[in-house]
């Protein structure tokens, strides 16, 4: 899904899920480097952790995703994508994104 904008992905950071056993191929598909935040230390991925609390505005903690279809998804993610921040100046994040890969 990344391979389009590899060019523009510099570094990931994830945490130590087993979702990730495969960063090696990950990174050298993407030619990025591949960190991983130290357990418990949630300020390592301080974008991730503001993302989850938008996220929470719309699904609550302890909900079941299988609650929620994909359109439903798809617009609260339009939702947070669109919404102006202050660290971008006031910018939302796709304006961002979309200025980068043009």
């Known amino acids: 899904m990344f391979i389009p904008y590899k060019y523009n992905i510099k570094s990931i ?8 056993a495969c960063h090696e191929v990950i990174a050298k598909k ?3 480097q591949f960190y991983f935040a130290h357990p418990y230390s949630s300020w390592e991925r301080g ?9 929470r505005q719309y699904i609550p903690k302890k909900s079941e995703f299988k609650n929620y279809n994909d359109m439903i998804i798809q617009q609260i993610q339009e939702k947070i994508n669109r ?16 200025n980068l890969v043009a």
Do not use: H, M, V
């Open 13 to 20: 950071t994830s945490d130590n899920g087993s979702e990730f």
């Open 83 to 98: 919404r102006p921040r202050k660290k971008l100046n006031f910018k939302a994040p796709i304006q961002i994104f979309f």
């Open 47 to 55: 974008l991730n952790e503001y993302t989850n609390k938008l996220i």
């Open 30 to 32: 993407l030619s990025c």
